[in-house]
Structure formats: structure tokens, C-alpha cells
């Protein structure tokens, strides 16, 4: 079974400042999906960024931005310029490509990311 | 409107009674999940279901069963509940894409 690692329970940021958050996975597939996920306050999970397990090219989403690693089975992501609204919950996840896989996600405990003005 | 809608938002509940959790989505996926969030835990898979006449269960469906009413509804039980199953659950949807769209998130209190 595979497994999510997040190593921080809590970080925090200055405004405008760079915040990496860290995870990583355990896995002995070859194909997969990663994913950072965003769960503020509302509690509303909310989609940042994906990782296609295939693509050499680190994903990356205006602000957001991550360093896939497969040999090392990690999967960091950086926040850049960071804004009040980054503050929350952000977890990591990951989806079995599988054949007969379910398709669910296998989450990381979470990262709870403040950022001060 | 939101994609998918997940009724009552939140619910206190006795030790003992039995109470569903109801799943809606708009979005014509025929995947839809149920997860349970607890602090310091992550999200949980409780049961999976990929079509109305498959139901699945996940890693924690102990205490919990499901009905899929038709593709658009997925409703989550707890039979007896008890307060350990307080907790944050959420219902999930997809295709045969990437992502799965998750639903506002049903606060349960058992007390």
C-alpha cells in the first residue's frame, strides 16, 4: 500500500516571502499521480497543482510550483510571493494509475501553513 | 450552483442514533467517494462506489454503510453512531480524469 509522508506539521511565512512544504511517498509503482491540495478555513478542498509520475517537467501554477523527484519519491511544493489567502491546511495526495486500482487518494496528514503580514 | 453539494453542513448527534449523510453532484461523474477528516490524520477513504450497482469499501468502513441512490446521489450512514465518529467527512466525485471535485464537507458531532 502506498504511503504519504508530510514531515511538517505547521510552517509559517512572512508576506511575499518563498515557503517550501515538503512530502514525500512511498510507492513501487512506476506510474502515478501526485497531488497538492488546499483546505482553508471554509474547509473546502480545493485542487493547486498535479504531477503526472511520467513527466520529467516539474508542474507548475502561477505562484505554485513543485520539485518532483521520482527516484527519491518526493514531491515538495513552493509557494512563491506568498499572499494572506495561502494561509491553510495544504495536503498531499496520491492516485495509483494502477489497472483495478480504485482510483482513491491516499493522503499526507497535512501541512498547516500560516502567513503573517 | 456548486458541482457537489453535500447536506446537513453541519449535525450534533447522540451516542446511539442513526444518521446519513447526503451526497449530490451535478457534474455526471460516475465515481463518487466518501472520506473522513480527522486533525492530524489526513483524509480517509470510507467506501468507493463506481456506478449505481457498485459499492466498495475503503480503508475505515467499519460503522458505516452507503446507498448509491442513482449516478448524481451517494449517501453515507452511520447506523449507531458513537464519538469516535465525530469527525469531518467529505464526498468526493470523478471521471476518468485526474481530479477528484470534493463536496463543502458535513461537520459530524456524536456527543
Known amino acids: 500500500a502506498q504511503t504519504v509522508t508530510q514531515s511538517q506539521p505547521e510552517m509559517s511565512v512572512q508576506e511575499a516571502e518563498t515557503v517550501t512544504l515538503s512530502c514525500t511517498y512511498d510507492t513501487s509503482e512506476s506510474d502515478y499521480y501526485l497531488f497538492w491540495y488546499k483546505q482553508p478555513p471554509s474547509r473546502q478542498m480545493i485542487l493547486v497543482i498535479r504531477q503526472e509520475a511520467y513527466k520529467q517537467q516539474n508542474a507548475t501554477e502561477n505562484r505554485f510550483s513543485v520539485n518532483f523527484q521520482k527516484a527519491a519519491k518526493s514531491f515538495s511544493l513552493k509557494i512563491s510571493d506568498s499572499q494572506l489567502g495561502d494561509a491553510a491546511m495544504y495536503f498531499c495526495?496520491?492516485?495509483?494509475?494502477?489497472?483495478?486500482?480504485?482510483?482513491?487518494?491516499?493522503f499526507g496528514k497535512g501541512t498547516l501553513l500560516t502567513v503573517n503580514p | 450552483d456548486a458541482d457537489v453539494t453535500q447536506t446537513p453542513r453541519n449535525r450534533i448527534t447522540k451516542t446511539g442514533k442513526r444518521i446519513m449523510l447526503e451526497c449530490s453532484q451535478t457534474?455526471?461523474?460516475?465515481?463518487m467517494y466518501w472520506y473522513r477528516q480527522d486533525p492530524g490524520l489526513g483524509l480517509r477513504l470510507i467506501y468507493y462506489s463506481f456506478d449505481v450497482k457498485d459499492i466498495n469499501k475503503g480503508e475505515i468502513s467499519d460503522g458505516y454503510s452507503v446507498s448509491r441512490q442513482a449516478q448524481a446521489k451517494f449517501s453515507l450512514s452511520l447506523e449507531s453512531a458513537i464519538p469516535n465518529q465525530t469527525a469531518l467527512y467529505f464526498c468526493?466525485?470523478?471521471?476518468?480524469?485526474?481530479?477528484?471535485?470534493f463536496g463543502p464537507g458535513t461537520r459530524l458531532t456524536v456527543t
Open positions: 457534474k455526471g461523474h460516475d465515481r
Open positions: 495526495a496520491y492516485r495509483s494509475l494502477r489497472e483495478g486500482s480504485n482510483y482513491k487518494l491516499t
Open positions: 468526493a466525485t470523478s471521471d476518468f480524469g485526474y481530479e477528484q471535485y
